[in-house]
């Protein structure tokens, strides 16, 4: 048996998947999209379905940042928030967390690896990568794919790729 890599290897996603979060972004834009994308039980290697969720910013819910708009900062709540947690045990678990960037870039900020990791500081707050889009006011820019390395103790970049033109919304 061979040892895990650390950090874990990029999730595929499906590119009708893809293509759900960027619309999303560009719906969302000036203010930052959220969601999951979600695969098959028994593949944890594919997202090849998208749940977009309200990003809940707007009501200052976010743990870290609650003086920020959803122009700079994103938090799922509620019932989204329920769907997330209960989607592990179901059929087709949440394998990427998912949000933009309106600014045109696709990065994890200090604000994201600190939203993103276990209160208890041991790991991903959920077993799921971060994916970031970055989309500006006429296009969906580059996206970055983010996974946990216990080694780096937080999340690295594992995956990234400009946006396609056919791939726009």
Do not use: K
């Not at 208890?120 to 969906?140: K, N, S």
């Amino acid at each position: 048996m061979s040892a895990p890599l650390d950090p874990p290897a990029p999730v595929a996603i499906a590119t009708p998947a893809l293509r759900a979060v960027y619309a999303a972004a560009r719906a969302a834009y000036p203010a930052e999209c959220c969601g999951w994308l979600t695969g098959p039980r028994g593949d944890a290697g594919v997202a090849d379905a998208a749940r977009p969720a309200a990003n809940a910013q707007a009501a200052g819910d976010h743990p870290i940042t609650p003086e920020r708009g959803a122009e700079t900062a994103y938090v799922i709540a509620g019932d989204d928030l329920l769907a997330l947690a209960r989607s592990f045990d179901g059929p087709a678990p949440a394998r990427v967390i998912y949000h933009s960037h309106p600014n045109g870039r696709a990065y994890f900020s200090a604000t994201d690896q600190q939203a993103a990791t276990s209160p208890w500081g041991d790991g991903p707050a959920y077993p799921a990568q971060q994916l970031v889009v970055g989309v500006d006011a006429t296009r969906v820019v580059e996206c970055a794919l983010f996974a946990w390395s216990d080694a780096a103790a937080g999340f690295v970049e594992v995956a990234r790729w400009t946006a396609r033109d056919e791939d726009q919304p």
